[in-house]
């Protein structure tokens, strides 16, 4: 059975629940919003913001809408056939009955079962609960240790989880505050881990500083007519300087500013051969490589003294750095002077010295490096081990008895519930069986031909002769033929075509049109069975409604809860009156009244019928107009005035105008116009123009009529009565 229905997004519902029970009745005027439910009911799975709980056994909830019409009566689709036990199968059916009585059995028992298992679910959170609030409870001995096991000091669940983890079942005395000392060093104290440095590389920069060509002079050819000159004038180096201007001076001796002869000439251009260039690219690649490298090493120990490691002493390496600085820096001088004087020989100072020292400081920072690294993860452990230690004093001394005596009563919640999930699972296993027999014995008798014959008995025992339903020759769906033998489906009249596909769901509730047994309890939805019907047929509708709702109080055919939804008050009353000897138990029955106003559909619920007749009903929307649209309200007061004054006659309307003055007379005429009008013309939805603040003045001169008429007393009955 379903016993709460949740409505949410769905057409014009927000948030809308009830809790329904055996029998409910359902009232509510067109478009407020009764199809949206049944709909709801027949395809929960296309609604997920909405729900409805029910017990915990299957069920299958059969709904009459318009949808289902159109799923079995629409245009170009057979009549499916509902097959039934035939009346020559009733040992059959017997035997299939017994089947269906052990399968309710055993649906109770698994019920019991489900039942404790959510009752075992229930204590096993409660118990969890109580557990976390003791746990936390402890917390405020653990608060000194925080860094040590943070991130569970947010949460009782996780500060449990972690009491429970270490836990030993073996008590323990350690206290926590033997863990201070240890806490002070570890957390306390910064430390990191460092990226050890590179060594200088100085094999290369010794070779250069120490390289043969510095102290080498180099100097012109020595067989050339004018070497010896030079050499007597030791003026090598002037004279290379000026024979890169022969050139550009034409023939002018760039020493003399003379003419030269073409000999001297030839002996100045031969006077520096490939040797002495050869020299020069070699000075010159010392030069660029010393640079190079200089700037390199002087760029590393820079790193190393930037890196600022506040466990090094980078004192030593500056004043190294600042002396080698000055050395490069004067080296660089003399090489570039040897360049532009290559006879002359020079020495470079070394720096092999001071680099190696500045090396050596570099190993011994890092071995510090090391041994911090070294002592960094020892210290990580050690936190590791920490931890631990503090959680082990939580759980099995601070804890000890709290968390033995959890694990204890979960231990016999957990062993209790698998016990009961067993056996909730042996009982699934036997209904399961039962149903494949069920379905085996039904399939090897169903008929479709009982419904038939049914249908057929009900449309001529009250004189539906135009049309018969028909075995197809498929021999599994129907037709639906005329007297003449033509096919009627597509000339049904609106009152004929939902008269007999109620009759169909009727049938189909006792059957099933897949040729398989409904053998589950059944939940039937009515929503709005008659529409164009006459009397006769209201009352033929009415009776099989009955008939299904006394097979749900009675517990037969599987039924076992009715929703009826309607607009008509005449099928409502018909439908839930009852004699007083044989009421039906308030603890079974529910009345519902589905209210619309600004587009939002609202229920009501109550125990006790407030739906009498269409008349009372109009006073109820004028006695609570808080609860109806503007045209509703207005709609009522003049279909009250219609009613009420056609019964009594013989009323003067233009005197009764008249009573009124001003805009009290117009709105008088507004009302009373629609008397002598052929109302019933008017859709119930007609909308008159008149704003929000115009309600209380048409509901004050409403009253007005019924007291200038000379019939107040009648007006005020009708407002004092409880609905």
């Known amino acids: 059975m379903i016993n709460k229905i949740e409505l949410n997004n769905i057409a014009t519902y927000k948030n809308e629940t009830i809790t329904p029970k055996k029998i409910n009745f359902i009232y509510g005027g067109n478009g407020t919003g009764k199809t949206s439910l049944s709909k709801f009911l027949a395809t929960p799975e296309n609604y997920p913001a909405s729900s409805y709980t029910c017990d915990n056994y299957p069920i299958d909830i059969l709904v009459y809408n318009k949808d289902f019409i159109e799923e079995n009566f629409g245009k170009d689709k057979a009549i499916k056939g509902i097959f039934t036990i035939g009346e020559e199968n009733k040992e059959v059916e017997e035997k299939i009955q017994h089947l ?32 976390c609030n003791k746990c936390w409870a402890i917390k405020k001995f653990a608060e000194p240790y925080k860094k040590s096991i943070a991130g569970v000091l947010h949460s009782k669940e996780a500060f449990a989880d972690m009491c429970d983890k270490y836990f030993t079942n073996i008590k323990s005395s350690v206290e926590l505050n033997t863990f201070d000392e240890k806490y002070k060093i570890l957390y306390e104290t910064q430390m990191q881990t460092y990226n050890e440095f590179t060594i200088l590389d100085l094999s290369r920069f010794k070779m250069l500083e120490e390289s043969p060509i510095l102290s080498t002079s180099i100097l012109a050819k020595e067989d050339n007519p004018l070497s010896a000159i030079i050499k007597n004038l030791n003026n090598s180096d002037w004279i290379k300087q000026g024979t890169e201007y022969l050139n550009s001076t034409k023939n002018v001796c760039p020493f ?44 590393n120990i820079e790193d190393i003294i930037q890196a600022s490691y506040i466990i090094l002493d980078y004192s030593k390496i500056k004043v190294q750095l600042f002396q080698a600085q000055s050395i490069i820096k004067e080296n660089i001088r003399i090489l570039n002077d040897k360049i532009e004087h290559p006879s002359n020989k020079v020495e470079l100072t070394k720096t092999y010295e001071i680099l190696n020292g500045i090396n050596d400081l570099i190993i011994g920072y890092n071995k510090i490096i090391v041994e911090n690294n070294k002592l960094f993860a020892k210290q990580s452990q050690e936190k590791t081990n920490l931890t631990a230690d503090i959680w082990h004093s939580i759980s099995n001394n601070y ?80 037709e639906i033929i005329r007297e003449d033998g033509s096919n ?236």
């Open 100 to 131: 269906i009585e052990q399968k309710e059995e055993i649906e109770k028992q698994r019920t019991v079962c489900i039942n404790k298992i959510n009752e075992f679910t229930q204590n096993a959170l409660t118990l969890r609960d109580e557990f």
């Open 256 to 299: 003399c500013q003379r003419e030269l002869t073409n000999e001297i000439k030839i002996n100045l251009e031969n006077l520096f051969d490939q040797e002495y260039d050869k020299s020069m690219f070699e000075l010159n690649q010392v030069n660029d490589e010393y640079r190079r490298l200089s700037a390199n090493i002087l760029s």
């Open 399 to 478: 804890l000890f008895d709290i968390i033995g005596q959890f694990r204890k009563n979960s231990e016999g919640i957990n062993s209790a519930t698998r016990k009961m999930m067993m056996k909730r699972d042996s009982y699934s296993q036997d209904i399961l069986n039962l149903e494949k027999e069920i379905n085996n014995l039904q399939s090897k008798v169903s008929t479709i031909d009982k419904a038939i014959n049914e249908i057929n008995k009900i449309l001529k025992g009250f004189a539906f002769t135009g049309f018969y339903l028909k075995k197809a020759s498929d021999g599994r769906n129907y």
């Open 488 to 723: 009627a489906k597509d000339t049904l009249s609106e009152g004929e075509e939902r008269f007999i596909t109620f009759l169909y769901f009727v049938q189909l509730i006792n059957g099933n049109i897949e040729n398989r047994r409904t053998i589950n309890k059944k939940v039937v939805v009515i929503d709005d069975p008659i529409s164009s019907l006459d009397s006769n047929v209201l009352f033929i509708v009415s009776s099989l409604v009955k008939e299904i709702i006394n097979d749900c109080i009675n517990e037969t055919n599987l039924i076992e809860q009715v929703f009826v939804l309607t607009h008509n008050i005449y099928f409502h009353h018909q439908i839930s009156f009852r004699p007083k000897s044989n009421q039906i138990s308030p603890k079974l029955v529910s009345y519902f009244t589905i209210h619309k106003k600004d587009n939002q559909s609202t229920i009501t619920q109550s125990n006790k019928n407030s739906i009498q007749t269409s008349y009372e009903l109009l006073w109820q929307e004028i006695k609570q107009p808080e609860k109806a649209s503007r045209a509703n309200i207005f709609n009522s007061m003049r279909r009250i005035l219609e009613y009420y004054f056609d019964i009594i006659g013989g009323l003067d309307y233009d005197n009764l105008i008249k009573s009124f003055d001003g805009e009290e007379r117009l709105i008088c005429n507004s009302l009373i116009s629609f008397v002598n009008a052929n109302s019933h013309s008017i859709a119930d939805d007609f909308v008159i123009g008149f704003s929000e603040e115009d309600i209380d003045k048409y509901l004050m001169v409403f009253k007005k009529i019924f007291v200038n008429s000379n019939h107040g007393a009648h007006y005020d009955m009708m407002m004092a009565r409880d609905y």
